[in-house]
């Protein structure tokens, strides 16, 4: 955190965590911002890794806006992710939902799930909207076979990186992925493919 809030470009954001209190070890959230928080609250997930999840409230065009942004469970060796990441979505879901109800919503991060996986899809909240694809012109182009987590050998390219909105005033109006040059030959910023997504006010 220290290198971090060194950095000039930050000086254009508000940031969730200012000491790295929210940072433990490798694991952690962080939020930024060009909106000033109304608070910002960390929770503790259901985890055997640490997760934990991080929301926070804005006031936007006076309405009540609540973002999360998280980590999900990844020990997928053992079998124990599953039932994890579903305990851990309930946690989040319900801190996003809690009084006053939010006008908006999104919640985003590595949900360590694809996409595809119709079983775990099953545990998001029926009413969010997955922004990446809805705001695609082309939404075949981010299907897991082109890729937005970076394939592995014998192994597909998987979309584990969420924005779910749960809105009826933002409109997802554009998506891409990022980053996704190597800082030098093999090396990349992330293992992951960052995902982005512009919303506008209707």
Same mark, same amino acid.
């Given at each position: 955190?220290?290198?971090? &809030? %060194?950095? /000039?470009?930050?000086?254009? @954001? !508000?940031?969730?965590?200012?000491?790295?209190?929210?940072?433990?070890?490798?694991?952690?959230?962080?939020?930024?911002?060009?909106?000033?928080?109304?608070?910002?609250?960390? !929770? %503790?997930? !259901?985890?055997?890794?640490?997760?934990?999840?991080?929301?926070? #409230?804005?006031?936007?065009?006076?309405?009540?806006?609540?973002?999360?942004? /998280?980590?999900?469970?990844?020990?997928?060796?053992?079998?124990?992710?599953?039932?994890?990441?579903?305990?851990?979505?309930? $946690? *989040?879901?319900?801190?996003?939902?809690?009084?006053? &109800?939010?006008? !908006?919503? *999104?919640? /985003?991060?590595?949900?360590?799930?694809?996409?595809?996986? #119709?079983?775990?899809?099953?545990?998001?909240? +029926?009413? @969010?909207?997955?922004?990446? /694809?809805?705001?695609?012109?082309?939404?075949?182009?981010?299907?897991? $076979?082109?890729?937005?987590? @970076?394939?592995?050998?014998?192994?597909?390219?998987?979309? @584990?990186?969420?924005?779910?909105?749960?809105?009826?005033?933002?409109?997802?109006?554009?998506?891409?992925?990022?980053?996704?040059?190597?800082?030098?030959?093999?090396?990349? +910023?992330?293992?992951?493919?960052?995902?982005?997504?512009?919303?506008?006010?209707?």
């Amino acid at each position: 955190m220290q290198l971090l &809030t %060194k950095q /000039t470009w930050l000086q254009r @954001y !508000h940031v969730s965590d200012s000491d790295g209190s929210s940072i433990n070890g490798l694991e952690g959230v962080l939020m930024l911002s060009k909106f000033p928080f109304d608070w910002v609250r960390m !929770h %503790k997930l !259901h985890s055997l890794m640490d997760r934990t999840a991080i929301v926070a #409230q804005f006031n936007i065009n006076g309405d009540i806006f609540r973002v999360a942004s /998280t980590h999900l469970e990844s020990r997928d060796f053992d079998g124990f992710s599953p039932p994890l990441r579903k305990k851990q979505l309930e $946690t *989040i879901f319900a801190a996003l939902h809690q009084d006053p &109800t939010p006008d !908006h919503c *999104i919640i /985003t991060g590595d949900f360590n799930f694809c996409s595809t996986n #119709q079983k775990e899809e099953a545990n998001l909240d +029926p009413i @969010y909207k997955d922004a990446f /694809t809805s705001a695609s012109p082309d939404p075949l182009a981010f299907v897991p $076979t082109s890729g937005v987590n @970076y394939a592995k050998p014998r192994r597909r390219p998987s979309r @584990y990186d969420r924005i779910l909105i749960r809105s009826s005033k933002w409109i997802p109006s554009s998506s891409c992925i990022f980053g996704t040059d190597p800082i030098r030959p093999g090396l990349f +910023p992330s293992d992951h493919l960052a995902v982005e997504c512009v919303f506008e006010w209707k």
